[in-house]
């Protein structure tokens, strides 16, 4: 047989039991049982350590290694797939065994101190962990390997060839305009913007659920090949080709469901549209989670948030929802979810106001994990930038530095790919827009067939063809940029209606 | 490492796969979209392999040898997992992986055939197929060894140690009795039966849904360990030792889901009671079909078709469904579902026919497996049957013949589990009323929890701890006897109120 088609074997089994692992995650999330969890959580072990020893496995790294050295005659999706399953080997057997058993545990043990830390707004309860989980991920770095900064090596396990240098020079971009932009934008926002769910009544889950269903649908998103279910926190997985799940929640009082719906939407309209010909293959994901999350914050910012947009579809949020929006005009609608507030936490904050809460987190953990500063200065630090750059002042410790889970996750170079894909799905929206000049148009009436099908056919299709920077590259003609993203914040109509 | 610890490993891990391949399966039942049969049949087969090759793994056959041969200090336990480590070793490596690709080959064919078959009412069309699934079965037989009769190789596979001189006799006291019985009690069913869901307003699936669900948690079942969901066929599976879900089905203008809940239920409270110290062993489940089938069948007729059960839970029916059941006499809805009347369907049939159905088939396998008459006859001589036992003319093979899916699906040596189900259940329920003479109080009163405990006690808690013909011995103090089942149906006063 020859070398690429053991490779395609041995992938087609690994991309099988991924999605296994993904099923009995999904399950765990949005079906188990309570009583199961125990039981759960030994399964996906056993399976975990089974794939484990699949990727390191030294006959596929013997493969590997034949294949990169003298290359059969090999096709780009070969090539792509020799490229992936290349990292997954490296990323897996250059952290030795103990080392990955000893980091998971002190996660395991991270994340409860992290709660009751947060509850209690006790940083120090959490100062110790956090410090075992800094040395730790410096470590993990130095066993990964990097050529110019420790971070380097963390930042490529979530954004293939993300590093520093490419960072900072994008985030002084932000830097220097988003707080000058932020108070321009507050300035223009005189008159107080009225809260329009404040008095409304309660939504009901099965409306909501049933406006989710809809408005997914009319996304393009194919029940056919997915489904939608309730969970503790919204999310997208993939169980398969054509198994493409999300999640939402709905809440009596926060239109939060519209947006997660057309988030996760925006995920699984990437990978539902990843040709057939990667279908159980590596190549059959989103290529990065900043890559990811331009598709997600496109389809809920750019275009969910967009006048036009509700122009189409306010209408059918008011058949479903009645009670609720009969008598809030379109246009306070568009204000409120448009609305510029900074605040201490970043899961709430607006457009304007999101990259700043990452920008401050890239700083400290660029930082803590070169030494430049203790873990036990991170609160003051925090305190610091959040009235620097946001003029916002931190009143604890729980909505400072101890609101994420990331840290306790030891997560330590996961935040930066959100701003990656807030400046790319700019940057992509912008060549959309090239092609359409009548997008306003196009989204007024409602033809996001014609968006979905640019999108698939520039960006979905070619699943982890490309790298993050090649896809950008071939899709925008140069490399990321956050000039885009600080002009379509600039010009957004919606800002000051 | 002892030899019983290494084996204790293996069970372990293999345990674990296998409820993760039963998650893979009830997903595919319940929750998987249309489009991800596939890719979902790709997962289970990977995974199916995977499990395949460590269960005839040398090293394993080794160690079991080992422990057969000089066993080590061992507990009941141990042996026991000894015993059941070997029997699923012995059953595929026995069977040449040629063998089984084949055979399952031959029954991805046959099932699309027999569909077909069925709706065309045309036997012929699925003959040459079930010729090669007989004459494979009887090569399976051959493989998989046996002392007396081929047919008792393949009835050990669904009922460890079941041979046909044990079910011989049975059949033939049922065959004597139940004829017999059957005219009398349709003499007695003098004034025709009034068909309660005549005219009746059709049932919300929301409501049916609620009472399942109470009526799931009057008998024990655990939700905390379980959910109850909607699949196309009712079933029961395990996901894990605190994970035992149940599924059903709701029709508009059906009561089959009454029953459904309590046949599902009483399988599930057998798994959700074994003991937790063999949670995650091959020992944490029910020990074979036939004694599962005792359970659901002890919950669904002695149980859930008794007077005294609906005299404690018709009002709750009521309640739930008022505009379906507010007018129906108890007594009507008592006598209606206790209804005698011989048919051609198997899954439709009352208690006391059902086992001719079983019979029938019993003695059609039997036959043709050992060369008796040929694959082509079984038409003609099922009908003769039909009429001989049931007094029932067959007008077409689709309600003849060709109506059970378990030949297309080479499920030799099923059928009789279901006959040893029903009359184990009245066996032990007989030793029940021993131990219980207010019996009929208990039920009226709704303590149902004074029956599972017994049944937990001297049934579930031992999960396959012993063999089913040794349990049933240890609860009764006698093998398995028909005359329980016999006598249980002369008296059932539910027949003849």
Same mark, same amino acid.
């Given at each position: 047989?020859?070398?690429?088609?053991?490779?395609?074997?041995?992938?087609?089994?690994?991309?099988?039991?991924?999605?296994?692992?993904?099923?009995?995650?999904?399950?765990?999330?949005?079906?188990?049982?309570?009583?199961?969890?125990?039981?759960?959580?030994?399964?996906?072990?056993?399976?975990?350590?089974?794939?484990?020893?699949?990727?390191?496995?030294?006959?596929?790294?013997?493969?590997?290694?034949?294949? @990169?050295?003298?290359?059969?005659?090999?096709?780009?999706?070969?090539?792509?797939?020799?490229?992936?399953?290349?990292?997954?080997?490296?990323? #897996?057997?250059?952290?030795?065994?103990?080392?990955?058993?000893?980091?998971?545990?002190?996660?395991?043990?991270?994340?409860?101190?992290?709660?009751?830390?947060?509850?209690?707004?006790?940083?120090?309860?959490?100062?110790?962990?956090?410090?075992?989980?800094?040395?730790?991920?410096?470590?993990?770095?130095?066993?990964?390997?990097?050529?110019?900064?420790?971070?380097?090596?963390?930042?490529?396990?979530?954004?293939?060839?993300?590093?520093?240098?490419?960072?900072?020079?994008?985030?002084?971009?932000?830097?220097?305009?988003?707080?000058?932009?932020?108070?321009?934008?507050?300035?223009?926002?005189?008159?107080?913007?009225?809260?329009?769910?404040?008095?409304?009544?309660?939504?009901?889950?099965?409306?909501?659920?049933?406006?989710?269903?809809?408005?997914?649908?009319?996304?393009?998103?194919?029940?056919?090949?997915?489904?939608?279910?309730?969970?503790?926190?919204?999310?997208?997985?993939?169980?398969?080709? #054509?198994?493409?799940?999300?999640?939402?929640?709905?809440?009596?009082?926060?239109?939060?469901?519209?947006?997660?719906?057309?988030?996760?939407?925006?995920?699984?309209?990437?990978?539902?549209?990843?040709?057939?010909?990667?279908?159980?293959?590596?190549?059959?994901?989103?290529?990065?989670?900043?890559?990811?999350?331009?598709? @997600?914050?496109?389809?809920?910012?750019?275009?969910?948030?967009?006048?036009?947009?509700?122009?189409?579809?306010?209408?059918?949020?008011?058949?479903?929802?009645?009670?609720?929006?009969?008598?809030?005009?379109?246009?306070?609608?568009?204000?409120?979810?448009?609305?510029?507030?900074?605040?201490?936490?970043?899961?709430?904050?607006?457009?304007?106001?999101? #990259?700043?809460?990452?920008?401050?987190?890239?700083?400290?953990?660029?930082?803590?994990?070169?030494?430049?500063?203790?873990?036990?200065?991170?609160?003051?630090?925090? #305190?610091?930038?959040?009235?620097?750059?946001?003029?916002?002042?931190?009143?604890?410790?729980?909505?400072?530095?101890?609101?994420?889970?990331?840290?306790?996750?030891?997560?330590?170079?996961?935040?930066?790919?959100?701003?990656?894909?807030?400046?790319?799905?700019?940057?992509?929206?912008?060549?959309?827009?090239?092609?359409?000049?009548?997008?306003?148009?196009?989204?007024?009436?409602?033809?996001?067939?014609?968006?979905?099908?640019?999108?698939?056919?520039?960006?979905?299709?070619?699943?982890?063809?490309?790298?993050?920077?090649?896809?950008?590259?071939?899709?925008?003609?140069?490399?990321?940029?956050?000039?885009?993203?600080?002009?379509?914040?600039?010009?957004?109509?919606?800002?000051?209606?």
């Amino acid at each position: 047989m020859k070398k690429i088609d053991e490779l395609h074997l041995k992938a087609r089994e690994l991309t099988d039991l991924n999605s296994i692992l993904a099923l009995l995650q999904w399950d765990q999330e949005v079906m188990l049982p309570h009583g199961g969890s125990e039981g759960r959580a030994g399964q996906i072990s056993v399976l975990s350590s089974i794939v484990h020893r699949k990727i390191t496995a030294p006959a596929l790294g013997e493969i590997l290694a034949e294949l @990169s050295e003298k290359p059969e005659e090999l096709s780009a999706a070969d090539l792509a797939l020799i490229r992936v399953m290349k990292r997954e080997y490296d990323k #897996n057997t250059k952290l030795p065994e103990k080392f990955v058993a000893e980091f998971s545990r002190l996660v395991s043990q991270a994340l409860p101190v992290w709660v009751e830390a947060r509850k209690k707004n006790g940083f120090g309860l959490f100062l110790p962990l956090l410090e075992k989980i800094i040395s730790m991920s410096r470590q993990k770095a130095d066993l990964l390997g990097y050529e110019e900064h420790p971070y380097d090596a963390l930042l490529d396990l979530y954004e293939e060839g993300l590093t520093v240098s490419e960072l900072d020079p994008l985030f002084t971009d932000l830097k220097d305009n988003l707080s000058q932009l932020l108070r321009r934008k507050l300035s223009q926002q005189q008159k107080p913007i009225p809260d329009i769910t404040a008095g409304m009544p309660p939504m009901s889950v099965r409306d909501q659920v049933r406006f989710s269903e809809k408005i997914l649908q009319e996304i393009g998103y194919d029940f056919n090949r997915g489904r939608q279910d309730i969970s503790a926190h919204p999310f997208t997985t993939s169980l398969g080709h #054509n198994d493409r799940r999300v999640t939402n929640r709905f809440r009596p009082d926060s239109l939060e469901f519209i947006f997660s719906a057309l988030h996760e939407g925006g995920h699984a309209l990437y990978e539902q549209n990843i040709a057939g010909e990667y279908a159980e293959t590596p190549l059959d994901e989103g290529v990065s989670l900043g890559i990811h999350e331009s598709q @997600s914050r496109l389809w809920e910012n750019i275009i969910g948030r967009s006048y036009q947009f509700w122009e189409k579809y306010y209408p059918l949020l008011q058949e479903l929802l009645p009670d609720q929006f009969r008598d809030v005009p379109l246009d306070d609608f568009v204000v409120y979810i448009n609305k510029v507030h900074p605040g201490l936490i970043r899961v709430e904050a607006d457009e304007v106001s999101y #990259n700043l809460h990452v920008l401050i987190r890239f700083e400290l953990e660029k930082g803590v994990l070169e030494g430049a500063f203790a873990a036990a200065s991170l609160p003051a630090l925090w #305190n610091e930038k959040y009235k620097e750059y946001l003029d916002v002042d931190v009143d604890s410790d729980a909505n400072g530095a101890l609101q994420d889970i990331h840290w306790a996750h030891g997560s330590f170079g996961y935040f930066p790919t959100y701003t990656i894909g807030n400046l790319a799905a700019a940057q992509i929206w912008h060549k959309y827009c090239l092609f359409d000049p009548d997008y306003r148009q196009t989204l007024v009436q409602g033809k996001l067939d014609r968006i979905r099908n640019w999108l698939t056919e520039n960006i979905y299709r070619y699943g982890a063809l490309y790298t993050p920077a090649e896809l950008l590259e071939k899709v925008c003609g140069e490399p990321l940029n956050s000039m885009f993203f600080i002009e379509y914040l600039k010009n957004k109509p919606e800002f000051s209606l």
